[in-house]
Structures are given as structure tokens and as C-alpha cells.
């Protein structure tokens, strides 16, 4: 049996499975410098030309020895009819990609310039597979698969990996659409073209420790230790005002005095001659070099007793209010628990940054758990160490940090968000591939996103859009030859993509692979996964105790339950975490301090507890700012007595004295 002719194999290839009538689909009958109109015929008796054409497919235009691709914009027929007795003649709308011709070693290339246009009557063809895969070849190695072409299911969708690390990129698209599924992919993928990269995940919704479960460490409140001296001053501001606009009088203060108390943890107290001293100290407010708040706290106090005038002691008592809150908020617990008092940087910058790994190259830094106001502060810290790290180790650790809702933290607005975490992210976008550190941005809204950040993204995957604003961010970023390909980011499918930039050939309308459902991202919160459960089982006392951040496995007692008071049978009795006799001890009974000058000293004869003192931070005083060691508690008896006293007086003689 003889083999087929080249001229038969050829045209084989380009119908498929479609009879010979069907190589021809069109011929041009109009061109511009980026489109051109192709002209069809629809027989009447169904013969399939109909069915070859759809928005979004490519085909080929032959031009002498070259094929030019164009991808079909839009689609009408002559009339504005469609008839059932006649043939139906229509007018095909498509856009100029490029063109497929034989290179210099005789094998098919595809270049996005197009030497030689359409001409009228030239004849348009279905495009074949072979030509397919010489288009959405990145024409490099170190590629991976990611997924499948929509127009061709059988070829693979390449991505070039080190296009993708080293020049960043973005996966946009509204929720629910697969848009964490698709980073677990592209994760994945980098993992395995690159076992020494370090990933780094700000995960807002505690989705992508049940993607890792083996190549991960997971942070969360629990096992966070992030120590408050690695912050900088504008950031341990933002957390002490907790968000709100920083009082620059107190900012001040702090930015004189965290010095000395790191000078003072070094071991140097005579801090006064160091501050006359006319040599330049290498300790600044940002140095991340260790301290103890109670040696900023002396400090202030040393500051308040030294003023004589009133002025300044105002500033001084609120800063010093704002640290003793911050410490004693049980959320902060992460930035100034015992550990955090020594020099832990290498332990921390070790177990942040996986270095070494120890076979889990991913740390998903989990912030759900984390107070909103302190959020921003910690996202600044580890986009700021993992540059540092990136820049001071010459490119020997590589880094890639994925932003998770990135909007949050790059809003466009540049009044809104935190600008030290602005000002990480960004130099990461622009000077990060230089020494080693990626960016991964992911967004559902990237009209909100900073417009500089997502122009530095060389590769987008954007997914389904339904705002207009965001499409037409997306229309802007992708190049004028393919702009018409963001025609179908409202209608694409879940999991389904149009990725361009340039870790790809060229825009292509890809599905990206299943994940398998074991590593599935899912949120979990830290603690168990999510499961469907019936209601009546579940610990409603665990969960008050986390939500009161109370530790599990603390000291519990149980009270002993009331006889004439029902127990509901789906809800365990409260316990206490803490046993008001081994606290407080045995006391009687106390009132109010608005009760004070009502008290009856007639009955029980017994002197009623003093009020209790107002506490600040493990401190006690008074609640006018003084904040001195309080005296011993008067007597009940004798305060009403000099409350007595004190009303009896008229105003004058109380002002006179």
C-alpha cells in the first residue's frame, strides 16, 4: 500500500475528521491593517461550515508560502434573516495575530508581525493541530503544563516557569471562579521546576494549608512569634494607635527613646553620656536589634518626673497608656510574648522563610486570626524581610511572595491602606527580579489594585470578570493584537483562563488541570477542616474560649450545677479558666463604688472591701494619668467618712484650701 502524498497529509491535518468539502471555510473580502472579513456560505443542506465557526476560534489565512492566524471577533450574515430553503452567506469579523512560516532550520515558526497581508479572495482554512502547538509554544525549555487549550483539548497550555518567577504575575478574577485552586497549580509547578524556591503565602482566609499538606508550615496566631522589636517605627506606631491617624508628639518620643532601651539591653546604661556623646550611633527606632518595653516604659517615666512644666506630660502619659494596652491586649500575644525579650531574629527569619527548608519549601502565614489593625504591620514586616533577605544573601535564597486579596494591601487609592506595606510590595514589583524575590498578586477587584503593582505582573491569568471597571484594567495590560480576546472575560467558564504576558507564546484561552481533591485549598481556621456537621455536637465552650483567646489547657474547674435551673442537654456547662479563690482569695462580697456614701455600717458589722484599684498593664494608680504604685486601700468606713466630710464643706473653703 502506498503512503499518502505531503499534499494529502496536509490536508488531513487541517480538517481532522471533517470531509474534504469542508477545507475550505471562507475567503477574505475585506482587510485593514489589524482585521480583516472573511465571507462564508452556510449550504442548506447543513454541510458543517456553519458549525466550524465561533467566536474565540482561530483559523488561517494562507498568503503564499505563510499562514496568517486570526482569531474570530464577531459574526452576522448578510441578511438579517437566517434562511431554512437557501444558502445563508456570511460575513466573519476576525483579528490579525500573526503568521506560522518555515524559519531558517525548516521547521514551522509562528512571529507575531505579519510580513505579507490577505489578500481579496484569499482562502481561510480551520486551523490545525500542528499549527496550534508551533503558535502556544514558548519556543524555550523549563515549561510546564497547566492545563488545556479550550479551542484544542488535545494540546497542552505551556508556560515558560522562570518567565513566570523572575518578572512576577497576577491571577485576577471574581470569586468563586477557582482563582486559589489555579495558585495551588501554579505553586505546584514552580516547586517542581525549582526544589530550592521559597514560597511565602499571606493567607487572609486560611485556604491554603489544606493545598500543602506536606510541603508546608503552617503560622497562625498559635504558633506566630513575630517579636515587637523586628517592627519598625511605623509599624509599631500602626499598631500601638491601632490604625488610626498617629499623634506625631508621641511618635517622637519613641523615636528617642527606643534607642536607649536597646542600648540598655546591650548592656550600656549610662545612657545620658551616650546621648551627649558627638559620635553617631549605629541604633536607630528601626534597627532590628532587641529591647524590653519595661526599659521603654522607665524611660518614659524618667522623661515625666524630669519635666517641670505640664505641657508635654499629656503625650507622655497616652504613649505610655497605648503600650501597657498593647500588651495587655491577649491578641498580641504573638509580638510580646516571654520569647520575644531575647534575640530570636535567626530563629524567626529560619522558620519564616524556610532556610533551611527541611522538605517544606511553603509557609502559609495565616491572618485570619490576626487583629485587623495589626495585619498590615505584620504583611509590611515579611514583604520588608523578604526583600532584605533576597537583597543581603546575593540571590542565594529565592523567594516568591503570593498576596492574597493583594487589594487590601496595594489599594489604588493612595490614601487608603498602610504605606509601609505599600512601599514593600512595590519594591518588591520593581527591583525584586534583580536579587531574587517574585511576587505573586491575587485579586478579585483589580480596579482597586494599585495600578503600578499590576503593571509590573509580566504575566496575567485573568479569569471571569463581571465589573466593567476591571475588565477594562485588563483590556489595557494585554497587547493591542489580542485585545479582543478580552471579549470573553464575562462569559468564561470556572477554572477556564485567558493568560498572556510573558511566561506565554501568546494570549491563549486555556482550562487549567484538575487539583486533585486531596489538596484542594479549603478554609479551616487554623484548626480542624472544614466539615458538614450536625449542630447539636458541637463544644459551644470551646468555641467561647477561643474566641476569648482563652489557652485549652489551662486549669479548669467545674461549678457545681444549680438543682433548680435547668441545663440544656445540647450544651455543656461553662467552665472557668481561672479560680476566683486561688486568684483573689476568700473575700466578701463587694459593691460599687457609686454606692460608697450609701452604705449601711450598721448591718453585718463588718467593714465592706475597698473599691478596686484601676489597672493599667500590671500597674495600679489612679485614673487621672498618675500612674505610681498605689498606697494601701483605706477602709470603707473611713472613705465615707471623709466623703462626709468633704460634702459638708461648701465650695469656697475646699478652694481656699
Known amino acids: 500500500m502506498t503512503s499518502p502524498a505531503p499534499d494529502e497529509e496536509d490536508g488531513r491535518a487541517r480538517r481532522g475528521t471533517y470531509p474534504p468539502g469542508s477545507r475550505l471555510m471562507g475567503r477574505v473580502v475585506g482587510c485593514s491593517g489589524s482585521k480583516a472579513t472573511v465571507s462564508a456560505i452556510a449550504g442548506k443542506d447543513g454541510n458543517g461550515l456553519a458549525e466550524l465557526w465561533s467566536v474565540g476560534r482561530l483559523i488561517s489565512i494562507s498568503v503564499g508560502t505563510n499562514r496568517v492566524v486570526a482569531l474570530v471577533c464577531s459574526m452576522e450574515t448578510a441578511s438579517t434573516a437566517w434562511s431554512e430553503s437557501d444558502e445563508n452567506v456570511m460575513h466573519i469579523e476576525v483579528e490579525l495575530v500573526g503568521e506560522i512560516h518555515t524559519g531558517i532550520t525548516g521547521k514551522p515558526e509562528f512571529s507575531a508581525g505579519i510580513t505579507h497581508y490577505p489578500y481579496l479572495g484569499a482562502v481561510a482554512h480551520r486551523m490545525r493541530s500542528a499549527d496550534l502547538a508551533v503558535i502556544y509554544d514558548p519556543g524555550v525549555s523549563d515549561t510546564a503544563v497547566i492545563g488545556k487549550l479550550t479551542q484544542d483539548t488535545s494540546l497542552g497550555a505551556l508556560i515558560h516557569i522562570p518567565s513566570l518567577l523572575s518578572r512576577h504575575f497576577a491571577v485576577v478574577g471574581t470569586t468563586g471562579v477557582g482563582k486559589t485552586t489555579a495558585v495551588t497549580l501554579l505553586l505546584n509547578k514552580a516547586l517542581i521546576a525549582d526544589p530550592s524556591l521559597r514560597v511565602l503565602i499571606l493567607d487572609p482566609h486560611n485556604e491554603f494549608a489544606a493545598a500543602f499538606p506536606s510541603k508546608s508550615v503552617v503560622i497562625d496566631t498559635d504558633t506566630l512569634d513575630l517579636p515587637f522589636w523586628l517592627f519598625k517605627l511605623e509599624e509599631f506606631t500602626e499598631v500601638l494607635f491601632r490604625g488610626r491617624p498617629a499623634i506625631a508628639e508621641e511618635i517622637d518620643v519613641l523615636r528617642d527613646l527606643i534607642p536607649e532601651a536597646k542600648r540598655m539591653f546591650k548592656g550600656t546604661t549610662d545612657t545620658t553620656l551616650i546621648r551627649r556623646g558627638p559620635e553617631k550611633s549605629s541604633l536607630t527606632a528601626d534597627t532590628p536589634v532587641p529591647y524590653r518595653v519595661a526599659d521603654l516604659l522607665a524611660l518614659i517615666d524618667e522623661r515625666i518626673g524630669k519635666l517641670e512644666g505640664r505641657a508635654e506630660k499629656p503625650h507622655l502619659r497616652s504613649l505610655k497608656v497605648r503600650i501597657q494596652a498593647a500588651i495587655n491586649d491577649p491578641r498580641y500575644e504573638f509580638m510580646f510574648s516571654s520569647n520575644t525579650i531575647h534575640d530570636t531574629i535567626l530563629t524567626t527569619i529560619s522558620h519564616i522563610f524556610r532556610i533551611p527548608g527541611e522538605g517544606k519549601p511553603v509557609t502559609t502565614f495565616q491572618l485570619a486570626g490576626i487583629p485587623s489593625e495589626v495585619v498590615n504591620s505584620v504583611a509590611s514586616i515579611l514583604c520588608r524581610m523578604a526583600f532584605e533577605i533576597a537583597l543581603w544573601s546575593a540571590g542565594g535564597v529565592r523567594i516568591l511572595v503570593v498576596c492574597e486579596e493583594a487589594h487590601r494591601y496595594v489599594p489604588a487609592d493612595p490614601k487608603l491602606g498602610f504605606f509601609p506595606t505599600r512601599q514593600a510590595i512595590s519594591r518588591i514589583a520593581k527591583e525584586g527580579r534583580k536579587y531574587g524575590v517574585s511576587l505573586g498578586v491575587i485579586t478579585q477587584r483589580p480596579g482597586e489594585l494599585d495600578p503600578t503593582i499590576l503593571s509590573q505582573c509580566s504575566t496575567v491569568f485573568a479569569m471571569r470578570l463581571s465589573n466593567d471597571r476591571d475588565q477594562d484594567i485588563i483590556r489595557s495590560a494585554i497587547p493591542d493584537s489580542s485585545a479582543s480576546t478580552m471579549s470573553f472575560l464575562s462569559s468564561i467558564g470556572n477554572g477556564e483562563a485567558i493568560a498572556f504576558g510573558e511566561a506565554v507564546a501568546v494570549p491563549m484561552r486555556m482550562v487549567f ?145
Open 513 to 657: 488541570e484538575r487539583v486533585p481533591e486531596d489538596v484542594l485549598p479549603r478554609a479551616n481556621s487554623g484548626l480542624q477542616p472544614v466539615h458538614r456537621g450536625d449542630p447539636n455536637t458541637v463544644d459551644l465552650g470551646k468555641i467561647v474560649m477561643r474566641m476569648r483567646h482563652i489557652d485549652e489547657s489551662a486549669k479548669t474547674y467545674a461549678p457545681a450545677p444549680d438543682p433548680h435551673r435547668p441545663q440544656p442537654s445540647s450544651i455543656k456547662p461553662q467552665m472557668p479558666s481561672i479560680d476566683p479563690a486561688d486568684e483573689f482569695g476568700d473575700a466578701p462580697a463587694m459593691r460599687r463604688s457609686t454606692d460608697l456614701g450609701h452604705a449601711d455600717h450598721s448591718q453585718a458589722g463588718v467593714p465592706a472591701a475597698a473599691p478596686p484599684p484601676q489597672r493599667f498593664g500590671g500597674e495600679t494608680g489612679t485614673a487621672s494619668g498618675d500612674y505610681r504604685p498605689a498606697p494601701p486601700a483605706t477602709p470603707r468606713h473611713e472613705l465615707n467618712s471623709i466623703r462626709s466630710t468633704l460634702l459638708k464643706k461648701p465650695l469656697s473653703s475646699l478652694l481656699k484650701d
